[in-house]
């Protein structure tokens, strides 16, 4: 992660850890500038206030690796940006000195809520001033239903799967209700018109056929006189004609092969067979004349009718469609609307039974989701709990509430579930809402009116401890998580962030040195002030002795003497053994 003019921030180079990595540096240095960093990447609103004070713009830049198949992989997908072999990408964000902001993914342009899209599947920010998660109320019922897993994921997908069938029954049969009268009447017309074609019963392409045939129709003594010409030129006068010795075609042919065969000269000899096959060719075609001559007379009232049956379909092309094709198609939409659109009271019946068949296997779905959840709930409460009893929160209770409020008047979507009317939304009828007691006796509060920003911090670390292996984000930051708390409570949750680094990528800002000695990278913000009265910070990585002046630093300011140095170096002791396991596995 690269991070440029922002705040006091002039340039800086984070090198995380897939592990745990931890910043530490003295207060106003800039440690919270690399959580703003964080936010500006995924998407939060841009503020020119954090531009460093003469730098033009402040630049955060990024290098993620979304898991293949993962939803971010997804999106970065969708978007088209540019990726490496090994499917890695940069992310960036530019926010100018005006206000204005640019946001860039894999070398493309895109929105802001694009890096929103993508950091909520891959990042989550955890700060005093950012519970945003926590705070609303479907996270809520997500962390629940995370960490219930199937026994809640298995009724929830069959319920949502019954409730589409459900809702659409439910729309359909309210607009067959409110639509009935207009329904009717579009009905009425659309049996009216297949009634129309039913009774003229036009075929495919019959229009163009009856238009050629009326055409040949009409030319009838064009076309006899025509054809009677040509018959006589090939087959020679009839006998009943004047000039019955008006030789035709077929006589002359017929002449000139009996001449040419009595000559004995070879060559002519071979020219007779080839006028013996042109006298059957028109023979062949004389013969076929004759044919259309006696047809031509064979019906002679027949041109009315073809103009009658053109009369009528030209009464269905002027309401229906441009051609007799079009009237056709015409009629099988309407066949299907018809069925579409059917007000009878059958109907409205059969709609009106699967809308009850579908609402009690929902509100059945709904039963189980709830005793699911509850189930849940419950051990999700005990398992927070414990683990608030070793974050300095050792009095304090969380609750999780399940509870089924009850339908708004009209709603749509209301759904009654062992005997309560309840809404049934697409997660199902429960409202689940975190509670927190701080202490035994006191009531218990919505979790962000009852801790303050740092006990709310810890109840988000927690839960993340608690939903680890639930968790989809591969990357969870924590923002002064420890603030308040100090001695074996410290221990303790440099030990949960240490947890939490076996399958996720954790990044911590720190003051305690408890939590520091976890951290599988030590990184540090450095602060300088020039004579100019310019500050600037950087970060940079420690290790060694570095690291054990900076943790002794961290231990009230006892970086120069032995004693801090001993302690130091006791805490990474101690840190490093109660990891070990953990290091051993993952090497």
Same mark, same amino acid.
């Given at each position: 992660m690269r991070i440029q003019g922002l705040g006091v921030i002039d340039e800086a180079t984070l090198d995380l850890h897939p592990g745990l990595t931890v910043i530490t540096g003295e207060t106003g240095a800039g440690k919270t500038m690399v959580v703003t960093g964080l936010h500006l990447l995924g998407g939060g609103r841009a503020d020119a206030s954090r531009v460093r004070s003469g730098a033009d713009r402040a630049v955060v830049e990024a290098w993620l690796h979304p898991a293949e198949g993962s939803p971010a992989a997804e999106l970065v997908a969708e978007t088209g940006a540019r990726?490496?072999?090994? /499917? !890695?990408?940069?992310?960036?964000?530019?926010? =100018?000195?005006?206000?204005? !902001?640019?946001?860039?993914? =894999? =070398?493309?342009?895109?929105?802001?809520?694009?890096?929103?899209?993508?950091?909520?599947g891959m990042l989550a920010v955890h700060g005093q001033n950012d519970q945003l998660r926590l705070l609303r109320p479907a996270q809520q019922r997500a962390v629940l239903d995370r960490f219930g897993g199937d026994a809640v994921a298995r009724p929830l997908a069959a319920y949502r799967r019954t409730r589409q069938d459900w809702v659409g029954v439910c729309a359909e049969l309210t607009e067959r209700h409110e639509r009935s009268r207009e329904l009717a009447r579009e009905a009425d017309l659309l049996s009216h018109g297949l009634a129309e074609i039913a009774a003229v019963d036009p075929q495919p392409g019959e229009d163009e056929a009856l238009v050629a045939e009326a055409r040949r129709l009409a030319d009838t003594d064009q076309l006899r006189e025509t054809a009677a010409t040509a018959q006589t030129a090939v087959s020679g006068a009839a006998a009943d004609t004047a000039d019955d010795d008006a030789p035709g075609a077929l006589g002359l042919v017929g002449e000139a092969r009996r001449r040419l065969q009595g000559t004995g000269d070879p060559a002519l000899d071979a020219l007779a067979p080839r006028l013996q096959d042109a006298a059957a060719l028109?023979?062949?075609?004389?013969?076929?004349? !004759?044919?259309?001559?006696?047809?031509?007379?064979?019906?002679? /009232?027949?041109?009315?009718?073809?103009?009658?049956?053109?009369?009528?379909?030209?009464?269905?092309?002027?309401?229906?469609?441009?051609d007799v094709d079009g009237v056709l198609a015409w009629a099988q939409q309407a066949r299907t609307r018809l069925g579409e659109v059917d007000t009878s009271e059958e109907t409205l019946v059969a709609l009106a039974a699967r809308r009850d068949e579908l609402a009690a296997e929902l509100a059945g779905h709904a039963a189980e989701i709830s005793s699911a959840r509850n189930e849940a709930a419950r051990r999700l409460a005990e398992a927070v709990t414990a683990e608030l009893a070793g974050l300095a929160m050792t009095q304090a209770t969380l609750q999780v509430e399940v509870g089924v409020p009850a339908a708004a008047d009209g709603d749509p979507h209301a759904l009654t579930v062992e005997g309560r009317r309840c809404h049934a939304g697409p997660d199902g009828t429960d409202e689940v809402e975190l509670q927190l007691a701080p202490h035994p006796g006191a009531a218990s509060l919505p979790v962000h009116k009852g801790a303050s920003g740092g006990e709310l911090s810890r109840v988000m670390l927690a839960l993340e401890v608690v939903l680890a292996d639930a968790d989809p984000v591969p990357t969870l930051v924590f923002d002064e998580v420890d603030a308040g708390v100090g001695g074996r409570a410290a221990v303790e949750i440099g030990r949960r962030l240490a947890r939490l680094a076996r399958t996720h990528q954790v990044v911590v800002v720190t003051h305690l040195p408890q939590v520091a000695a976890y951290a599988d990278r030590h990184l540090v913000v450095d602060k300088a002030t020039y004579s100019t009265g310019l500050t600037r910070s950087g970060v940079r990585e420690l290790d060694g002795q570095a690291r054990v002046a900076e943790l002794a630093r961290m231990l009230a300011g006892l970086d120069d003497t032995e004693t801090g140095r001993a302690h130091a170096e006791e805490l990474l002791a101690a840190a490093a053994a109660d990891t070990r396991p953990r290091r051993r596995k993952a090497g």
């Open positions: 990726t490496d072999e090994d /499917g !890695s990408l940069i992310a960036s964000r530019t926010v =100018g000195a005006d206000g204005r !902001s640019r946001a860039h993914l =894999g =070398g493309r342009s895109v929105p802001a809520g694009v890096l929103a899209d993508l950091a909520d028109l023979a062949d075609v004389g013969a076929e004349l !004759s044919g259309y001559l006696e047809g031509l007379d064979a019906d002679p /009232g027949r041109l009315e009718e073809v103009l009658s049956r053109q009369a009528e379909l030209k009464a269905l092309t002027r309401k229906y469609a441009a």
